[in-house]
């Protein structure tokens, strides 16, 4: 009997010990997005949440400086790694990220959850999602549009001295310009003036050589003056058009403009070192991605009433360098199907209107095309000007190799004073011919 006892107590006891044990946690599913750690990156966190409430996926963010992004997530893709689910990449990526696996083909997904390409804008089906160019073959949902604009002074346009001293030596108003002259106009008006105490220039752009930026820069001025990457008749054939008459004429523009009209030491600079000169009262007018722009209107000291914005100008035409990303389902993910289903969340007419009020940019036209967008962020008439004439650089898979040919030769005339602008774009059509020979392309 004692044994008997003793082992109903120990069986009590065991089922009191499992009774007072916290329940262990329920097994969820988890995602991880990879992108660039920014602004519109915060902002997409904050939208994810809804995704997360909706289907109970709990979302992770992998957000790395885009000092090292591309670095990051090719090496990652290259790797086949496991790491990102969802990765909002570059551009430039998806001729590589298509041929070379990385990324699901969505052609079936979108048919069979009725996500259609036709309702976002052209140019980012074309720049974020589709490979072959102009072919019906998609890779990625339109994500963040994105393009190269312009912030400006407003405050200092408004001072009623400075515009009339403007007026009296221009013959016109000071206002924003509408033309490539009529900035750097402004540029060496404001270049050495002092204003409040404190010496300031003209204008800030793109110079840095390591990754992207002077190109991101430079092309701002080259297809408004008739630069094109090819024959649009015969791809592949650069001679003419990388190295026009006109395209050289762009990039002896942008140098004059680098100059006459920026501060020195900005030899090797992008993005952050932009925000930081217009936000530090350096620049009257500053070059930079749109992306940038909710962020700066709400500084404290040079946001507000103190800042206007403009789309890129005109020369002999009009154009500016598309940004922005697409999202994309990694092929290496474990969690595919969980993937998919944020793809068709995101892709919803309401998550895109609050994508869009949270900071981000949306590329569906439902947001773009509303007759309210214009007015509803200081920036938002620009934006949808700019990005009805984006252009963008190569989405080869070698892209990569193309970019540092072009970083090189602008970098080496702009910045370090190298040979002529003629000599600069011969050589670019020089190395681009052979990048393009060893792939195997024929022109």
Not at 172 to 186: G, H, S, V, W
Not at 205 to 224: D, F, P, Q
Not at 284 to 310: E, H, R, T
Not at 411 to 426: I, M, N, P
Request: overall charge neutral; aromatic content about 14%; hydrophobic content about 40%.
């Amino acid at each position: 009997m004692d044994k008997l006892v003793a082992r109903i107590a120990a069986v009590a006891a065991a089922v009191m010990t499992l009774s007072l044990a916290p329940a262990a946690p329920a097994q969820t599913k988890q995602l991880t997005l990879c992108w660039a750690a920014w602004d519109p990156a915060n902002a997409l966190v904050e939208l994810s949440k809804d995704f997360t409430a909706k289907t109970g996926i709990a979302m992770k963010f992998e957000f790395v400086p885009w000092t090292s992004f591309a670095d990051r997530f090719l090496n990652e893709l290259n790797s086949k790694g496991k790491l990102c689910d969802l990765l909002i990449g570059d551009s430039q990526w998806i001729g590589g990220s298509a041929e070379n696996g990385h990324y699901l083909k969505l052609n079936d997904f979108f048919d069979k959850n009725g996500i259609s390409m036709k309702d976002f804008m052209p140019a980012t089906v074309l720049g974020y999602s589709e490979w072959p160019k102009n072919t019906p073959n998609y890779y990625a949902l339109p994500a963040m549009g994105d393009a190269v604009g312009w912030t400006y002074r407003k405050d200092w346009f408004s001072r009623p001295a400075i515009r009339k001293e403007f007026k009296e030596k221009h013959k016109r108003d000071l206002a924003p310009p509408k033309t490539l002259d009529e900035l750097k106009e402004i540029a060496q008006f404001f270049q050495g003036r002092v204003i409040d105490g404190k010496t300031v220039y003209g204008a800030y752009l793109y110079t840095e050589r390591g990754s992207e930026g002077i190109t991101m820069g430079v092309t701002n001025a080259l297809y408004n003056y008739g630069f094109a990457y090819e024959n649009p008749k015969k791809p592949y054939e650069m001679r003419g058009f990388v190295n026009s008459p006109d395209a050289v004429q762009g990039l002896e523009f942008y140098k004059a403009l680098y100059d006459c009209c920026t501060a020195p030491g900005l030899t090797n600079a992008y993005m952050q070192e932009g925000l930081d000169a217009f936000k530090s009262g350096q620049v009257a007018m500053q070059m930079n991605w749109f992306a940038f722009f909710p962020g700066l209107y709400k500084d404290p000291n040079v946001g507000g009433d103190k800042i206007g914005f403009f789309s890129n100008p005109a020369a002999t035409t009009q154009a500016t360098q598309l940004g922005g990303q697409g999202i994309s389902v990694v092929s290496y993910s474990k969690n595919q199907g969980e993937a998919l289903q944020y793809i068709k969340w995101f892709a919803g007419g309401d998550v895109q209107k609050k994508w869009w009020a949270l900071g981000g940019y949306s590329c569906a036209k439902s947001v773009l095309n509303d007759p309210s967008f214009p007015g509803s962020a200081p920036f938002a008439k620009e934006f949808l000007k700019s990005m009805s004439m984006v252009v963008d650089f190569w989405a080869e898979p070698s892209y990569a190799q193309l970019l540092q040919a072009e970083q090189k030769r602008v970098h080496d005339y702009v910045v370090a004073d190298k040979g002529t602008a003629q000599e600069a774009l011969d050589g670019l059509v020089k190395d681009w011919k052979a990048i393009f020979k060893e792939e195997g392309k024929k022109f």
